[in-house]
């Protein structure tokens, strides 16, 4: 009987000793607790498709890998205000984002660090363009009144804020059309005007040179604004930060890099430092689109 009493006692020891062990390396794999091959997650805004932004973005992800010695994955938000929220609290490690996104993440948890942005046929700015069909009888802004309008997720930079933006400068708010719809990504906004289901909508411009062939026309365009922005968490080591800086402004240097960039837009000739005032002009178009009710 002492016998099987010791072996119990024995038995009880070495589960009490496994439990400690789980607890302790559930502890240290807990996000927040240094860990060299602890995955850095690269987050992205929905602005295409799921399936496109992985293809687009892998190769970037597994070049950062190798420049960080950390494995990246790569999260596509459920829309841009999950994506705010996310970078905001710190639960990315690194964050695509658009402009406008980039901004209200600031105004909302303060500055990121910025890692850098994009540069686009040699130039760190981009516009929107107002589109619709290549047959269309409307040639101005003034005659989208009475209209079916298509943008995209309300937080999107040129898919909805800036040309909000300019049709308001034109004297057309959302009440003067006869609807308005806000959609998953530009894709679907072109495709929408081109089979006749809005009568105009707003995309990004490299959106629109890619279906314009397929018979849509510019009706008008955004002004100017700082490109999209690649920004980390506040948490991450400096030297983290300065490595990663320095390996996307390298990509246009040789032909891998290149081909890491070409993957993520036809037209992307590299990757530039950026500060925060750099989007100091969208900050003001912000400004007056929330003094009219748009936020």
Do not use: W
Request: with cysteine; charged share 25%.
């Amino acid at each position: 009987m002492r016998l099987k009493a010791n072996t119990s006692l024995s038995f009880s020891k070495f589960k009490f000793f496994v439990f400690i062990f789980s607890l302790l390396t559930s502890l240290l794999c807990r996000p927040g607790i240094s860990n060299a091959q602890e995955s850095l997650i690269l987050g992205i805004h929905p602005y295409l498709p799921a399936t496109e932004l992985i293809d687009r973005f892998t190769l970037l992800a597994r070049y950062l890998s190798e420049k960080t010695g950390q494995p990246v994955k790569l999260e596509i938000a459920k829309d841009y205000k999950d994506h705010i929220d996310k970078i905001g609290k710190d639960k990315l490690d690194i964050a695509f984002m658009g402009p406008a996104s980039y901004v209200k993440m600031v105004s909302l948890y303060g500055k990121k660090p910025i890692l850098a942005r994009l540069e686009i046929s040699c130039k760190p700015t981009f516009r929107g363009i107002i589109i619709v069909k290549k047959e269309s009888p409307l040639h101005s802004l003034e005659d989208l009144k009475g209209k079916s309008f298509a943008f995209a997720d309300s937080e999107s930079t040129m898919g909805h804020l800036i040309p909000r933006f300019v049709l308001l400068e034109a004297g057309v708010r959302v009440e003067d059309l006869a609807s308005h719809a806000f959609l998953t990504n530009h894709n679907s906004i072109a495709l929408g005007v081109l089979m006749g289901n809005y009568d105009a909508g707003a995309v990004k411009e490299d959106v629109f040179y890619e279906y314009k062939k397929r018979g849509l026309k510019e009706l008008a365009s955004t002004p100017e604004i700082s490109e999209h922005v690649f920004v980390t968490c506040n948490s991450l080591p400096t030297e983290k930060v300065r490595t990663l800086q320095e390996a996307l402004y390298h990509l246009k240097d040789d032909k891998k890099g290149r081909k890491i960039l070409s993957a993520l837009r036809d037209n992307l000739t590299g990757m530039v430092p950026a500060v925060d005032k750099d989007y100091d002009s969208l900050r003001i178009i912000l400004q007056g689109l929330e003094k009219e009710g748009v936020k």
